[in-house]
C-alpha cells in the first residue's frame, strides 16, 4: 500500500494557520499513485475543506486532531477542483431556507430542495467530502479526532449551522473505523445516494445527527457510540440496514429513521442527553459554544424511533421490516414516535 505522510507536503500541526491546500496536496498525489494511505501524524491539523478522492483513506495516527476552520468560507475550495470538477448540474447557489410551516400541509409540496440535493451547494460543505468517489475510508487511532468547531454560519441551515464534519455523495465501498467526531457545526456523517457503507467503533460527541444517510444502500453501523444534541441515526430511503450494538445518547432521538429492511439490536438508547439540542441554544452561545454540562437548555430524549419519510427525496422502495429487538431503551419520552400525518412522516407510510 502506498502512504504520504501530510508534513512531508509541508503541512505543519498545532499553529493557526489553514494547512489545507498542504493537506489537498498529498490527498491528490495519494490518488494520482493509485490510491493508499494519507497519514495524519499527532498533533492538531487546521484545515477548510478537503475532497476525499477515489481509492484514499484518511489515517489518523494516535493523537492526531483534523481541525476545521471556523470561517465558513473555508469549506469552499473544491468548487475550483481541477482534476475531478463537478459538472453544472451538480452546482447551485441556492442556500438553505425554510421550506415549510410544520402546521399548514399545503406548504408541504413542492419545495424546492436544490441546495440540499446539489452536492455542490453551501449547505453540503464538509470538513471532509467526497463526490462520485468509490473505495475511500477514515480510519482513526485512540485518541484522534474530527473536530468540526462548531463553525457557525448565518448563511447556513437555519441560520447557524455550518459544514458537516463528512459529506458523501453518490459514492460506494465507504468504511469508518476508529474515529471520534466532536462538535459538527451540522451532521457529522451526511451521506447521500451511496452504497456500501460500514461503521465501526466510531464515536460521536455533540453537534448534530451522527450518521444521517438517505437513499443509501447496504448500511452497516456497529459497536459505535454516539451522544448527539440531535439524532443519533437520521435519513430515510434506505435499504438494508444493520445497526448493532451501540450506545446512543440523544437530546432528540436516537433513530429518526426510515428504511426498507432495517434490522437494529442490541442497543443501548438512553436519555437525558448529554449535550443540550443546539438550538435551543441562544445565538450568543451558538456563536461562542456553551459548557455541555448546561441545565439551561433542552437535554429530554424524544424518542428512541420516530419514522422519517419527508419529501425532499424520493423514496423509490417502499418503507418496511424495520426491527428493533434486544435493545435497553431508558428515559425517552416515547418508545414509537409514529403518525403519517406529520410532515417528518407523510410521504410513504410504512408497510
Given amino acids: 500500500m502506498t502512504v504520504f505522510s501530510i508534513d512531508d507536503f509541508g503541512a505543519v500541526p498545532n499553529v493557526d494557520v489553514l494547512q489545507t491546500e498542504k493537506i489537498q496536496a ?13 497519514r495524519f501524524p499527532e498533533g492538531t491539523w487546521k484545515s477548510g475543506g478537503l475532497l476525499l478522492r477515489s481509492g484514499v483513506t484518511i489515517h ?14 473555508d469549506y469552499a475550495a473544491f468548487l475550483e477542483d481541477k482534476i475531478a470538477p463537478l459538472p453544472a448540474e451538480m452546482l447551485t447557489d441556492k442556500k438553505w431556507k425554510r421550506q415549510i410551516n410544520l402546521r399548514e400541509p399545503d406548504t408541504w ?20 467530502k467526497a463526490v462520485c468517489a468509490a473505495n475511500i475510508g477514515i ?11 462548531n463553525c457557525y454560519d448565518e448563511l447556513g441551515e437555519e441560520h447557524y449551522r455550518g459544514p458537516h464534519c463528512v459529506n458523501l455523495y453518490y459514492c460506494e465501498n465507504i468504511t469508518v473505523k476508529g474515529v ?14 451511496s452504497s456500501n457503507i460500514v461503521f465501526e467503533h466510531v464515536t460521536v460527541l455533540a453537534g448534530h445527527d451522527g450518521v444521517h444517510a438517505t437513499c443509501c444502500d447496504n448500511l452497516k453501523i456497529t459497536n459505535s457510540e454516539f451522544y448527539t ?16 450494538d451501540c450506545v446512543m445518547n440523544s437530546a432528540c432521538s436516537a433513530f429518526r429513521f426510515g428504511a426498507t429492511n432495517a434490522l437494529i439490536e442490541n442497543c443501548r438508547m438512553f436519555g437525558p442527553g448529554r449535550y443540550p439540542f ?3 441554544l441562544t445565538r450568543k452561545e451558538m456563536k461562542e459554544g456553551v459548557d455541555a454540562s448546561s441545565t439551561s437548555h433542552r437535554h429530554n430524549m424524544l424518542g428512541a424511533f420516530t419514522y422519517y419519510a419527508e419529501d ?10 424495520i426491527i428493533v429487538r434486544g435493545c435497553r431503551i431508558e428515559n425517552s419520552d416515547r418508545f414509537l414516535h409514529y403518525d403519517c400525518r406529520e410532515y417528518w412522516e407523510h410521504t410513504r407510510p410504512l408497510e
Fill in 139 to 149: 480510519i482513526g487511532e485512540e485518541g484522534s479526532m474530527l473536530d468540526g468547531s
Fill in 180 to 193: 471520534t467526531v466532536k462538535d459538527g457545526a451540522n451532521w457529522a456523517y451526511a451521506i447521500f445516494n
Fill in 278 to 280: 443546539r438550538f435551543s
Fill in 229 to 244: 444534541g440531535d439524532d443519533c441515526v437520521g435519513g430515510f430511503a434506505n435499504v438494508n440496514v444493520l445497526v448493532r
Fill in 312 to 321: 425532499s427525496t424520493v423514496i423509490t422502495e417502499q418503507p418496511g421490516n
Fill in 109 to 128: 409540496k413542492n419545495s424546492d430542495y436544490d441546495f440540499l440535493n446539489c452536492p455542490g451547494s453551501r449547505w453540503n460543505h464538509g470538513l471532509i
Fill in 26 to 38: 498529498a490527498i491528490d498525489r495519494c490518488y494520482q499513485a493509485g490510491g493508499g494511505e494519507v
Fill in 60 to 73: 489518523l495516527m494516535k493523537g492526531a486532531c483534523l481541525k476545521g476552520s471556523s470561517d465558513p468560507e
